[in-house]
T-cell receptor, first 113, second 111 residues
Framework: GESVGLHLPTLSVQEGDNSIINCAYS??????FIWYKQESGKGPQFIID?????DKRQGQRVTVLLNKTVKHLSLQIAATQPGDSAVYFC????????????FGTGTSLTVIP | GAGVSQSPSNKVTEKGKDVELRCDPI?????LYWYRQSLGQGLEFLIY????????KSGLPSDRFSAERTGGSVSTLTIQRTQQEDSAVYLC?????????FGPGTRLTVL
């Protein structure tokens, strides 16, 4: 079965520093990956996605890196702000599963002012 | 509405009672998903509706759980004879293509 997990369940960073959140996946057939941010009491919100034909994608203050060789995904947040405090989930899509995503446990990011 | 909405936002029930959770997806989205999120855990897939196709029920944890989607829009997740271990946040998402948009969830507490 698919396993999507995170290396660190919690992460604390100083405001203004960069944050790196990691994720590992087990199925080499996964071809689409999403990072979601979930603030307390809210549903997950899309941050950024990447397809398997890319190894890097940048958004506003966020960058996702994909290393297919070791099946590893990371989310980098530049100049972390208090509003970035949330739980971050990675999810991967496996072809042929009817658009079913597998979500990791999540990493709780706390930004220290 | 602009996004996925769910009701109620909070539900407290007694063990053994039935509950119904509602999801209003984004208008025009053909796919609808239900997930369960226990405290400190990731999202557990429950069920997936796509258009008029038979739903993918492979994630439902027991026969006490069921869901329907009427008219290809609103969906109701029903949990019969609730147990304390059913306590969780139940999230609904909808999508037109691949990207799923989530609602705020319903927090279910079974006493």
């Amino acid at each position: 079965g698919e396993s999507v997990g995170l290396h660190l369940p919690t992460l604390s960073v100083q405001e203004g520093d960069n944050s790196i959140i990691n994720c590992a996946y087990s199925n080499s057939a996964s071809d689409y990956f999403i990072w979601y941010k979930q603030e307390s009491g809210k549903g997950p919100q899309f941050i950024i996605d990447i397809r398997s034909n890319m190894d890097k994608r940048q958004g506003q203050r966020v960058t996702v890196l994909l290393n297919k060789t070791v099946k590893h995904l990371s989310l980098q947040i530049a100049a972390t702000q208090p509003g970035d405090s949330a739980v971050y989930f990675c999810a991967d899509l496996i072809p042929g599963t009817g658009n079913q995503f597998y979500f990791g446990t999540g990493t709780s990011l706390t930004v220290i002012p | 509405g602009a996004g996925v909405s769910q009701s109620p936002s909070n539900k407290v029930t007694e063990k053994g009672k039935d509950v119904e959770l509602r999801c209003d997806p984004i208008s025009g989205h053909t796919a609808l998903y239900w997930y369960r999120q226990s405290l400190g855990q990731g999202l557990e897939f429950l069920i997936y509706f796509q258009g008029n196709s038979a739903p993918d029920k492979s994630g439902l944890p027991s026969d006490r759980f069921s869901a329907e989607r009427t008219g290809g829009s609103v969906s109701t997740l029903t949990i019969q004879r609730t147990q304390q271990e059913d306590s969780a946040v139940y999230l609904c998402a909808s999508s037109l293509e691949t990207l799923q948009f989530f609602g705020p969830g319903t927090r279910l507490t079974v006493l």
